[in-house]
């Protein structure tokens, strides 16, 4: 197994660049070879400068480790129109900084997808189109009345398929799912081909809706690859089956994080622990992972972690995984 740490589970760790170092420098003590960091309290990757670049990859060289990934959580998923754009230029940003870490991963949480409408996109364009040419369903007697019909069909066919058209297609609430569902459609389609272009991918991580759903959000881009982080705990934490996900996600899957988590009935909610006290079967997880097959990277650690005992925590996940 290609084991990894996941670096902000060490407490500390991104206080400064000697702190980082000399957590680096334990978790190169464990024994794994690769290391998850994130970008935003460890290295700022939408800005990094070309001599940030070169330090971090050179201490990195010292201790014979190489980034498996970048976690790039943004502060809302990309199903929010919100500051929208910002987020996806800071996400550009960071996939390219990645790359000249030689990072082939940016990890982040896209955003809770919903289900995939039951419409297709021939229909969506012609409702979108609708909205926009027919003054009664725009609400306004005046909209469009006075450009030319072939113009305004022109006009009509571009908007339909801009992220508006296809929120209005979707549903004219504003939040609806609908929307939402179109706006993370295309946010990955832009993402996925620039990923294709710098050398680097963002990979959306499970945890906030079933797979089924995040797979039929990835299969709408025939054209654009997203590869997926499977973070079992998340998963179960939200009471999605790991298995099931597995199956609807297949290929996609390109990295594990090694995340255990148990429904409290009690509290009721789902809470993560610590790998193998949870209801998550790695050893049957690892063998469902092994028919596809999967060869990719296993990051041990999480970021709620106490801080008193996440070191020893981290060491017995790396072991508890090598004895399977």
């Given amino acids: 197994m290609k084991l990894a740490v996941r670096m902000d589970a060490i407490p500390g760790a991104g206080s400064s660049a000697t702190a980082l170092r000399k ?17 935003r309290t460890h290295v700022p990757v939408s800005e990094l400068s070309d001599t940030g670049v070169r330090t971090l990859r050179k201490i990195l060289d010292d201790l014979n480790l190489r980034l498996t990934s970048i976690r790039f959580q943004t502060r809302m998923g990309y199903d929010v129109t919100e500051n929208l754009d910002e987020r996806v230029d800071a996400t550009k940003k960071a996939l390219k900084t990645a790359y000249r870490l030689g990072a082939p991963l940016i990890i982040n949480q896209i955003g809770t997808v919903p289900p995939a409408p039951k419409s297709d996109a ?25 450009i030319p019909a072939d113009l305004a069909a022109e006009l009509a066919d571009s908007i339909a398929n801009s992220r508006i058209g296809k929120s209005i297609a979707g549903g004219s609430a504003k939040g609806s799912d609908n929307a939402r569902w179109h706006t993370l459609k295309e946010v990955m389609d832009d993402l996925g081909r620039y990923g294709a272009k710098v050398g680097c991918f963002l990979a959306a991580e499970t945890g906030t809706e079933s797979g089924q759903d995040l797979a039929a959000l990835l299969d709408s881009l025939p054209d654009t690859f997203v590869p997926v982080a499977l973070n079992p705990g998340q998963l179960i934490v939200n009471r999605f089956d790991v298995h099931e996900a597995i199956d609807a996600l297949n290929s996609r899957i390109s990295i594990v994080h090694a995340v255990d988590g148990v429904v409290d009935l ?47 925590e981290l060491r017995q996940g790396l072991e508890y995984l090598r004895n399977l």
């Avoid at 957590?23 to 970008?39: F, I, K, N, Q, Y």
């Avoid at 369903?137 to 009345?145: R, T």
């Avoid at 949870?278 to 469902?288: C, E, M, N, Q, R």
């Fill in 23 to 39: 957590a680096l420098t334990m978790a190169a003590a464990m024994g794994v070879r690769s290391v998850e960091l994130c970008g």
């Fill in 122 to 146: 021939k229909d969506d364009r012609s409702r979108a189109s609708s909205l926009l040419l027919d003054p009664s369903a725009s609400g306004s007697g005046k909209f469009m009345e006075d």
């Fill in 266 to 312: 009690a509290a009721g909610r789902g809470v993560n622990v610590p790998l193998g006290e949870g209801t998550a079967d790695f050893p049957s997880l690892l063998g469902h992972l092994e028919d596809i097959p999967f060869r990719g990277p296993i990051v041990v650690g999480r970021n709620d972690m106490r801080a008193d005992s996440a070191v020893q």
